[in-house]
């Protein structure tokens, strides 16, 4: 068992996914059918053996509070172990003040009561696979102050846009950090996600909220890389960051790929998530289902290629699916053809019979809409 406590936080202000985020905070998205967002940073902790799991929340809860409960189906030690979630002073996800700083000096009476020595910060808008007990073994053995994960890719011109560059010296040391404008292929990418003690974090989180009301924790570590120790570690994996319709798209789509799929997935680390007690999908005759992700509760009568399906979606006869993704509920009706396309919840594409796009500008139909 870790001596660490686990927060996971919400997303930064350059994160912004229209359509999808009017309904819903980021973390509670769905993701590959079955899944939310919040779901990988909490599953990751608690297979670290971090029993103890605070999630920031700034605007539309509603749907993220019903999904995480009581936390049990996180694997969760039920006698030691705790998941809270900890608002925000303010609920309005276009507060100009809105910021994780803000919202941890909210909760901080929370944060100084807790007994681990150590906090792991992680964003909710990541996907990645993570032992975090590893990173803390790291940060204890370098005697770093902090330490912080990323990642190399050798995208950045086309991919991870807006998120931070990490600048290490030769000694994986923490020079700066600064936003990814897509000027350069390879960079290190920060997974935002650091380890440090609660005494320097709380410490830390104070600084930045006199330092200026609009910092973000990210702010006060890049100010504080001259006088503190922080190193940078690599990860490595499949990693995709949700901060845009088009890298939400993206993520589901990339992980229709088997080997990009068992980058991401392993048995002995599970993924956990709220589950439903759903009937088996139903698949009707003479249909071509290839290459997909479906979910419980369906009913397939047309085809589906390269594509998420959500749980309870209704396929009717003749529709075709290529390369969507598709959330709970949905029902494309007969003969409709969709391709590049995210649906959400409960939408009925039933009078118009074809919607596509190209997979660089994939369509977005409104939750609860009737095309």
Not at 34 to 50: A, E, H, K, T, W
């Amino acid at each position: 068992m870790c001596d660490a406590f686990g927060i996971v936080n919400f997303e930064t202000a350059n994160v912004n996914i229209k359509g999808l985020g009017d309904y819903r905070p980021v973390s509670a998205f769905s993701f590959l059918g079955r899944y939310r967002l919040v779901d990988f940073p909490i599953s990751n902790m608690s297979n670290s053996g971090i029993n103890h799991i605070k999630v920031l929340v700034k605007s539309n809860p509603r749907s993220l509070v019903e999904h995480l409960g009581t936390g049990r189906h996180y694997n969760i030690n039920s006698k030691r172990g705790k998941l809270h979630i900890l608002p925000a002073a303010s609920l309005d996800d276009k507060d100009f003040y809105n910021t994780d700083v803000n919202a941890l000096m909210y909760n901080l009476n929370t944060i100084e009561d807790i007994s681990q020595k150590y906090v792991v910060l992680a964003p909710s808008h990541m996907v990645y696979r993570q032992d975090f007990s590893k990173l803390l073994d790291i940060h204890m053995e370098s005697g770093a102050d902090i330490t912080m994960l990323y990642q190399n890719v050798d995208n950045a011109k086309e991919a991870f846009i807006d998120c931070d560059v990490v600048n290490l010296n030769k000694q994986k040391g923490l020079l700066s950090l600064e936003r990814n404008r897509g000027n350069a292929k390879a960079r290190a990418i920060s997974l935002e996600t650091y380890v440090l003690s609660k005494e320097l974090f709380i410490s830390l989180v104070k600084k930045a909220a006199n330092t200026s009301s609009l910092y973000w924790f990210r702010d006060i570590v890049n100010d504080m890389c001259t006088e503190l120790d922080i190193r940078g570690v690599a990860h490595r994996g499949f990693v995709a960051c949700i901060n845009d319709f088009q890298s939400y798209y993206k993520g589901n789509m990339e992980l229709l790929d088997y080997d990009k799929g068992e980058d991401l997935f392993d048995d002995n680390w599970p993924f956990y998530t709220r589950t439903n007690d759903s009937c088996p999908t139903q698949y009707y005759k003479d249909i071509v289902v290839r290459h997909s992700i479906i979910s419980n509760g369906c009913t397939i009568e047309g085809n589906v290629i390269n594509s998420v399906i959500g749980r309870g979606v209704e396929v009717k006869k003749g529709a075709v699916i290529e390369n969507s993704v598709i959330l709970p509920g949905a029902v494309i009706g007969e003969n409709v053809h969709i391709n590049n396309v995210v649906v959400d919840k409960r939408a009925r594409i039933v009078n118009k019979k074809e919607v596509c796009s190209v997979s660089e500008h994939p369509l977005y139909v409104k939750r609860n809409d009737k095309i």
